[in-house]
Protein backbone atom coordinates (compact mmCIF):
# COMPACT_ATOMS: atom_id res chain seq x y z
CA UNK A 1 0.00 0.00 0.00
CA UNK A 2 1.64 3.59 -1.07
CA UNK A 3 1.89 6.36 1.33
CA UNK A 4 -0.03 9.42 0.00
CA UNK A 5 0.57 11.68 3.28
CA UNK A 6 4.03 11.54 5.13
CA UNK A 7 4.62 13.90 7.97
CA UNK A 8 7.72 13.80 9.79
CA UNK A 9 8.59 16.24 12.79
CA UNK A 10 5.85 18.71 11.77
CA UNK A 11 6.15 22.16 13.62
CA UNK A 12 3.89 24.98 13.25
CA UNK A 13 4.38 28.23 15.45
CA UNK A 14 2.48 31.04 15.60
CA UNK A 15 3.39 34.55 16.80
CA UNK A 16 6.81 36.26 17.59
CA UNK A 17 8.55 37.25 20.80
CA UNK A 18 6.89 36.41 23.95
CA UNK A 19 3.76 35.77 22.28
CA UNK A 20 4.42 32.45 20.94
CA UNK A 21 1.59 29.45 20.02
CA UNK A 22 3.01 26.18 19.52
CA UNK A 23 0.06 25.05 16.93
CA UNK A 24 1.91 21.88 16.51
CA UNK A 25 4.45 20.21 17.90
CA UNK A 26 6.51 17.11 16.61
CA UNK A 27 3.52 15.72 14.74
CA UNK A 28 4.34 12.42 12.96
CA UNK A 29 1.76 10.63 10.91
CA UNK A 30 1.21 8.41 7.96
CA UNK A 31 -1.61 8.46 5.27
CA UNK A 32 -1.78 5.27 3.16
CA UNK A 33 -3.83 5.19 -0.32
CA UNK A 34 -7.23 4.08 0.18
CA UNK A 35 -7.53 5.27 4.00
CA UNK A 36 -10.71 7.17 5.18
CA UNK A 37 -9.56 8.89 8.07
CA UNK A 38 -11.00 11.51 10.61
CA UNK A 39 -8.85 13.91 12.41
CA UNK A 40 -10.92 14.91 15.94
CA UNK A 41 -9.48 16.98 19.02
CA UNK A 42 -10.61 19.90 21.32
CA UNK A 43 -10.75 23.32 20.11
CA UNK A 44 -7.51 24.56 20.08
CA UNK A 45 -5.81 20.93 20.08
CA UNK A 46 -4.21 21.86 16.43
CA UNK A 47 -6.45 19.60 14.08
CA UNK A 48 -7.34 22.44 11.89
CA UNK A 49 -3.84 23.71 11.56
CA UNK A 50 -3.01 20.33 10.31
CA UNK A 51 -5.43 19.83 8.03
CA UNK A 52 -4.29 23.53 6.49
CA UNK A 53 -0.93 22.16 6.59
CA UNK A 54 -1.76 18.76 5.17
CA UNK A 55 -3.47 20.67 1.89
CA UNK A 56 -0.37 22.69 1.32
CA UNK A 57 -2.44 26.40 2.65
CA UNK A 58 -0.23 26.90 5.01
CA UNK A 59 3.93 25.74 5.42
CA UNK A 60 4.69 24.01 8.68
CA UNK A 61 7.90 25.84 10.63
CA UNK A 62 10.02 23.23 10.55
CA UNK A 63 9.85 19.25 9.85
CA UNK A 64 9.11 17.41 6.46
CA UNK A 65 5.99 16.88 4.68
CA UNK A 66 5.74 14.46 1.33
CA UNK A 67 2.46 14.26 -0.47
CA UNK A 68 2.74 11.16 -3.20
CA UNK A 69 6.05 11.29 -2.71
CA UNK A 70 6.73 14.85 -3.45
CA UNK A 71 8.40 16.97 -0.81
CA UNK A 72 6.17 19.45 -0.79
CA UNK A 73 7.35 21.72 2.13
CA UNK A 74 10.06 23.88 0.26
CA UNK A 75 8.32 24.53 -2.90
CA UNK A 76 7.79 27.91 -4.13
CA UNK A 77 4.59 29.45 -4.06
CA UNK A 78 3.43 28.82 -7.62
CA UNK A 79 4.48 25.19 -7.71
CA UNK A 80 2.78 24.01 -4.49
CA UNK A 81 -0.41 26.04 -6.30
CA UNK A 82 0.02 23.63 -8.85
CA UNK A 83 0.38 20.87 -6.44
CA UNK A 84 -2.37 21.67 -4.77
CA UNK A 85 -4.65 21.88 -7.76
CA UNK A 86 -3.75 18.39 -9.00
CA UNK A 87 -3.29 16.42 -6.16
CA UNK A 88 -5.83 18.06 -3.68
CA UNK A 89 -9.63 18.25 -3.63
CA UNK A 90 -11.34 20.47 -0.69
CA UNK A 91 -14.64 20.22 0.87
CA UNK A 92 -15.59 23.19 3.80
CA UNK A 93 -18.59 23.41 5.63
CA UNK A 94 -18.99 26.63 3.82
CA UNK A 95 -20.09 25.82 0.27
CA UNK A 96 -17.68 28.37 -1.48
CA UNK A 97 -19.76 28.12 -4.72
CA UNK A 98 -19.69 31.15 -7.07
CA UNK A 99 -23.58 32.35 -7.18
CA UNK A 100 -23.17 33.51 -10.46
CA UNK A 101 -22.13 30.26 -12.21
CA UNK A 102 -24.44 27.17 -12.57
CA UNK A 103 -23.39 24.23 -10.81
CA UNK A 104 -21.71 22.71 -13.93
CA UNK A 105 -19.60 25.85 -14.21
CA UNK A 106 -18.48 25.77 -10.36
CA UNK A 107 -17.38 22.20 -10.96
CA UNK A 108 -15.50 23.02 -14.11
CA UNK A 109 -13.60 26.04 -12.16
CA UNK A 110 -10.82 23.55 -10.94
CA UNK A 111 -10.09 22.67 -14.35
CA UNK A 112 -9.60 25.54 -15.73
CA UNK A 113 -6.44 26.57 -13.78
CA UNK A 114 -5.18 23.00 -14.43
CA UNK A 115 -5.40 24.08 -18.60
CA UNK A 116 -7.90 20.93 -19.57
CA UNK A 117 -9.05 21.69 -22.81
CA UNK A 118 -12.73 22.90 -22.81
CA UNK A 119 -14.80 19.52 -24.24
CA UNK A 120 -12.56 17.90 -21.48
CA UNK A 121 -13.96 19.84 -18.70
CA UNK A 122 -17.26 19.99 -19.51
CA UNK A 123 -17.54 16.14 -19.77
CA UNK A 124 -15.55 15.66 -16.78
CA UNK A 125 -17.59 18.21 -14.66
CA UNK A 126 -20.87 16.51 -15.89
CA UNK A 127 -19.57 13.26 -14.58
CA UNK A 128 -18.45 14.54 -11.42
CA UNK A 129 -22.15 15.84 -10.65
CA UNK A 130 -23.67 12.40 -11.70
CA UNK A 131 -21.68 11.05 -9.53
CA UNK A 132 -22.68 12.78 -6.45
CA UNK A 133 -26.33 12.37 -7.67
CA UNK A 134 -27.03 16.10 -9.39
CA UNK A 135 -27.50 14.83 -13.25
CA UNK A 136 -30.59 17.18 -13.37
CA UNK A 137 -29.44 20.23 -11.29
CA UNK A 138 -26.64 20.99 -13.59
CA UNK A 139 -28.00 24.14 -14.67
CA UNK A 140 -29.03 25.51 -11.74
CA UNK A 141 -27.30 28.18 -9.77
CA UNK A 142 -26.61 27.81 -6.03
CA UNK A 143 -29.55 29.92 -4.95
CA UNK A 144 -31.31 27.01 -6.89
CA UNK A 145 -30.07 24.50 -4.82
CA UNK A 146 -30.55 23.40 -0.92
CA UNK A 147 -27.89 23.38 1.34
CA UNK A 148 -27.11 19.78 1.33
CA UNK A 149 -27.27 19.90 -2.94
CA UNK A 150 -24.94 22.91 -2.69
CA UNK A 151 -22.89 20.42 -0.70
CA UNK A 152 -22.69 17.68 -3.27
CA UNK A 153 -21.56 20.50 -6.21
CA UNK A 154 -18.67 21.25 -3.59
CA UNK A 155 -18.35 17.52 -3.29
CA UNK A 156 -17.57 17.30 -7.60
CA UNK A 157 -15.84 20.24 -7.83
CA UNK A 158 -13.24 18.80 -5.13
CA UNK A 159 -12.73 15.52 -6.70
CA UNK A 160 -13.20 16.68 -10.84
CA UNK A 161 -9.28 16.78 -10.82
CA UNK A 162 -9.35 13.24 -9.48
CA UNK A 163 -6.94 14.46 -6.61
CA UNK A 164 -4.86 11.88 -4.52
CA UNK A 165 -6.47 13.11 -1.09
CA UNK A 166 -10.03 14.32 -0.62
CA UNK A 167 -9.92 16.79 2.40
CA UNK A 168 -12.86 17.69 3.81
CA UNK A 169 -12.69 20.18 7.15
CA UNK A 170 -16.21 19.95 9.27
CA UNK A 171 -18.32 19.07 5.88
CA UNK A 172 -21.16 18.50 7.63
CA UNK A 173 -21.28 21.37 9.76
CA UNK A 174 -24.25 23.36 8.03
CA UNK A 175 -26.27 20.68 7.15
CA UNK A 176 -28.97 19.21 9.11
CA UNK A 177 -29.10 15.34 10.54
CA UNK A 178 -31.03 13.92 7.62
CA UNK A 179 -28.91 15.91 5.16
CA UNK A 180 -25.77 14.70 6.94
CA UNK A 181 -26.07 11.12 6.18
CA UNK A 182 -26.43 11.71 2.64
CA UNK A 183 -23.61 13.29 2.73
CA UNK A 184 -21.65 10.86 4.24
CA UNK A 185 -22.98 8.50 2.38
CA UNK A 186 -21.24 10.28 -0.67
CA UNK A 187 -18.13 10.24 1.35
CA UNK A 188 -18.30 6.52 1.97
CA UNK A 189 -19.08 5.67 -1.90
CA UNK A 190 -15.94 7.75 -2.69
CA UNK A 191 -13.72 5.97 -0.49
CA UNK A 192 -15.00 2.79 -1.50
CA UNK A 193 -13.91 3.74 -5.25
CA UNK A 194 -10.57 3.64 -3.92
CA UNK A 195 -10.02 7.71 -2.92
CA UNK A 196 -8.00 8.31 0.38
CA UNK A 197 -10.19 11.16 2.40
CA UNK A 198 -9.26 13.05 5.04
CA UNK A 199 -12.17 14.76 7.60
CA UNK A 200 -11.69 16.70 10.21
CA UNK A 201 -14.34 16.91 12.36
CA UNK A 202 -15.59 17.80 15.93
CA UNK A 203 -18.86 15.15 16.00
CA UNK A 204 -18.00 11.60 16.64
CA UNK A 205 -21.33 10.55 14.79
CA UNK A 206 -19.71 11.94 11.78
CA UNK A 207 -15.88 10.73 12.70
CA UNK A 208 -18.11 6.97 13.40
CA UNK A 209 -18.51 6.20 9.82
CA UNK A 210 -14.79 6.87 9.01
CA UNK A 211 -12.23 3.84 9.27
CA UNK A 212 -9.65 5.34 11.56
CA UNK A 213 -9.76 8.45 13.56
CA UNK A 214 -6.66 10.22 14.88
CA UNK A 215 -6.88 12.43 17.45
CA UNK A 216 -5.20 15.62 18.50
CA UNK A 217 -4.66 17.08 21.88
CA UNK A 218 -2.25 20.05 22.45
CA UNK A 219 -0.69 20.36 19.01
CA UNK A 220 0.18 16.25 18.95
CA UNK A 221 -0.81 13.50 18.03
CA UNK A 222 -2.79 11.40 21.20
CA UNK A 223 -3.91 8.56 18.73
CA UNK A 224 -2.90 7.78 15.70
CA UNK A 225 -4.54 4.61 14.65
CA UNK A 226 -8.19 5.40 16.85
CA UNK A 227 -11.04 3.01 15.70
CA UNK A 228 -14.15 4.87 15.61
CA UNK A 229 -16.18 3.02 17.86
CA UNK A 230 -13.86 3.79 20.51
CA UNK A 231 -14.26 7.94 19.95
CA UNK A 232 -16.24 8.24 23.19
CA UNK A 233 -13.72 6.76 25.29
CA UNK A 234 -11.13 9.46 24.19
CA UNK A 235 -13.36 11.83 23.74
CA UNK A 236 -14.39 11.42 27.73
CA UNK A 237 -10.64 10.51 28.90
Given at each position: ??????????????????????????????????????????????????????????????????????????????????????????????????????????????????????QERRDRAREALV???????????????????????????????????????????????????????????????????????????????????????????????????????????
Amino acid sequence: MSTIVQLQSITKVYGIGDIIVNALAGVDLTVNAGEYCSIMGASGSGKSTMMNIIGCLDRPTAGRYYLDGIEVDTLPDNELARIRNQKLGFVFQQFHLLSQLTAWENVMLPMIYAGVPVQERRDRAREALVRVGLEQRLQNKPTQLSGGQQQRVAIARAIVNRPVVLLADEPTGALDSTTTEEILDIFGELNASGMTVVMVTHEADVARRTRRVIWFKDGQVLESNLSPKDVALVSAG
